[in-house]
């Protein structure tokens, strides 16, 4: 059974930096495409980051240049690197492997941007 597990949330002023990691349990992320998404109150899940099995990496617009996405074959993780965080990426951010139709999420983790 896939089980994704994020952590590395938490609150932090504007301007600040925080490091999310995903670990994935039953399988091994070589073979997914892998992304960080996120969802703030009221509003859709959006993608924010991915990283596909060949490690070709894309970003939305409002993080590029601001997040880095990679991976860690050996520690079987994701890891997302936030910096010169903003109000507006207060949200739940969510772990996603996608292989074709196939999708797995966690359970999301908490980030607080707050002076």
């Known amino acids: 059974q896939v089980q994704l597990v994020e952590s590395g949330g938490g609150l932090v002023q504007p301007g600040g930096s925080l490091r999310l990691s995903c670990v994935a349990h039953?399988?091994?992320?070589?073979?997914?495409?892998m992304g960080w998404f996120r969802q703030a109150p009221g509003k859709q899940r959006e993608l924010v980051a991915s990283?596909?099995?060949?490690?070709?990496?894309n970003y939305s617009d409002s993080v590029r240049g601001r997040f880095t996405i990679s991976k860690d074959t050996a520690k079987n993780t994701v890891d997302l690197q936030m910096n010169s965080l903003e109000f507006e990426d207060t949200a739940i951010y969510y772990c996603?492997?996608?292989?074709?139709?196939?999708?797995?999420w966690g359970q999301g983790t908490q980030v607080t941007v707050s002076s």
């Open positions: 996603n492997a996608k292989f074709l139709s196939t999708n797995h």
């Open positions: 039953g399988t091994l992320i070589y073979i997914w495409d």
């Open positions: 990283i596909t099995r060949a490690n070709s990496t």
